[in-house]
């Protein structure tokens, strides 16, 4: 029996199925030879008829001899010998008695009985491999296989799901590649892939330290509904630092979740504005396009600006910052765009050239870029260009001053500061008018 066993035909690709088959027969009848010798043996003595071939007489020899030996069909050696031989031979209910799993029944079945089996053939093989156990008894790994070889792919993804979402994920994914999935679209009430992949995705953010790739799994998901869970999620992770926030932000950058960026921006935002990084706060506002909040931390820039000392000789000390945050997004406000050019005025004013300075301050003044409560401030540092020697504005630049004047007083923020500032532009007028 193991010089049989060992001499069993392989197949190869360059045999034809033919040539395979007439190998496999001689190697059967072989076997077949030798389980009628054995079960000579196993049964009582008594007479045997003629050898029909060479080998049927020397099996029939090997049986006397072993009868005359004194074997027989007690004996449980000889019977698991006849078990094995029958099984190599192919035989169906041999196979079913050896086999303590499916798994050893398929395998076996497919080496002794058809081992040019086609894969068309594994899904009944499979079933009426599967029947002859107690299925509702199978693990989880059993049904999953079972489901795979029957080509039962919505059972199989289901039954994947329960061993490890990251399975069923993934077979999934791979169905669609190779245009399987479609079965599966028929039975499922969502579409398979897209729910795997979510499901994977939410496994991973449920872990602290892996949110980059349930992110990653979720954009993943091809559809508006992983889409729609990736973007809640971005919102919500926790951000303990800069570079964990940058993060968040380029992912959300790269799957273009605009609503999730915006609203970490302006998370981010209202955390730097707390601790004093007005900077910082203006330009995470800027990227969220909150217009109102870089407003506010401006108007709180031109707070300090005048609590400092304002004037000509308050401390502009907010310079860089504004730099910074042009630099660093490029965006346009009103607020920004007035504290850049006001700095600008101071700049050229203490430089020594009060026409510049002049013009820079009109425009700020009648741009409408300053805000309401700023106005009279800069009326006030229009006084010393109004008296100085040099004519910096002209009759109708001096007009333009008074109506803006005018829309103060009107609002009741004049003063004895505007009451000056009336005289200066009416000294103004009449140089302006002499020199015209």
């Not at 992110?215 to 992983?226: K, Q, T, V």
């Amino acid at each position: 029996v193991a010089r049989i066993a060992r001499a069993m035909p392989l197949g190869s690709d360059e045999e034809t199925a033919g040539s395979f088959n007439a190998r496999w027969r001689l190697w059967n009848g072989e076997l077949q030879s030798t389980a009628t010798a054995i079960r000579s043996l196993l049964a009582s003595p008594s007479p045997s008829p003629s050898p029909s071939s060479k080998e049927e007489g020397e099996a029939e020899a090997e049986a006397t001899a072993a009868t005359s030996a004194g074997a027989g069909s007690d004996d449980p050696a000889l019977e698991s010998l006849y078990s094995i031989v029958e099984a190599m031979r192919g035989d169906a209910a041999a196979i079913s008695a050896q086999s303590e799993t499916w798994q050893d029944m398929m395998g076996a079945t497919l080496l002794y009985s058809e081992p040019t089996a086609q894969a068309d053939r594994l899904p009944t093989l499979a079933a009426e491999v599967a029947d002859e156990f107690q299925t509702h008894e199978f693990a989880i790994l059993d049904r999953t296989l079972v489901a795979l070889l029957r080509h039962e792919l919505p059972e199989f993804l289901v039954y994947s799901n329960q061993i490890d979402p990251w399975l069923s994920a993934h077979m999934s994914d791979m169905m669609e590649h190779i245009n399987i999935l479609g079965v599966c679209r028929r039975v499922f009430a969502v579409e398979p892939r897209e729910h795997y992949v979510i499901e994977l995705g939410e496994v991973y953010m449920s872990h602290e330290d892996l949110w980059r790739v349930g992110l990653e799994y979720l954009g993943m998901s091809g559809g508006s509904a992983g889409a729609a869970v990736m973007e809640e999620y971005a919102m919500r992770i926790p951000l303990e630092s800069d570079r964990k926030a940058a993060q968040v932000l380029r992912t959300c950058t790269a799957h273009g979740l605009q609503r999730a960026a915006d609203r970490i921006h302006r998370q981010l935002g209202r955390q730097k504005w707390q601790q004093g990084r007005l900077g910082a706060a203006i330009t995470h506002f800027a990227q969220a396009r909150d217009h109102r909040s870089v407003g506010l931390v401006c108007d709180q820039l031109w707070a300090a600006y005048l609590e400092s000392g304002g004037g000509g000789g308050g401390d502009l000390a907010y310079g860089p910052t504004i730099d910074g945050v042009l630099a660093a997004t490029g965006v346009r406000h009103d607020r920004l765009d007035f504290l850049s050019r006001y700095r600008d005025f101071h700049a050229c004013y203490g430089a020594g050239d009060p026409v510049a300075a002049g013009r820079i301050l009109l425009a700020i003044i009648t741009a409408g870029i300053a805000p309401p409560h700023a106005v009279r401030d800069l009326l006030v540092d229009a006084i010393p260009l109004l008296e100085g020697d040099a004519l910096v504005f002209s009759a109708d630049d001096t007009f333009e001053l008074l109506r803006c004047a005018e829309e103060e007083k009107r609002d009741g923020t004049g003063g004895s500061e505007m009451s000056v500032f009336s005289v200066a532009c009416a000294r103004n007028l009449a140089r302006a008018f002499v020199a015209a």
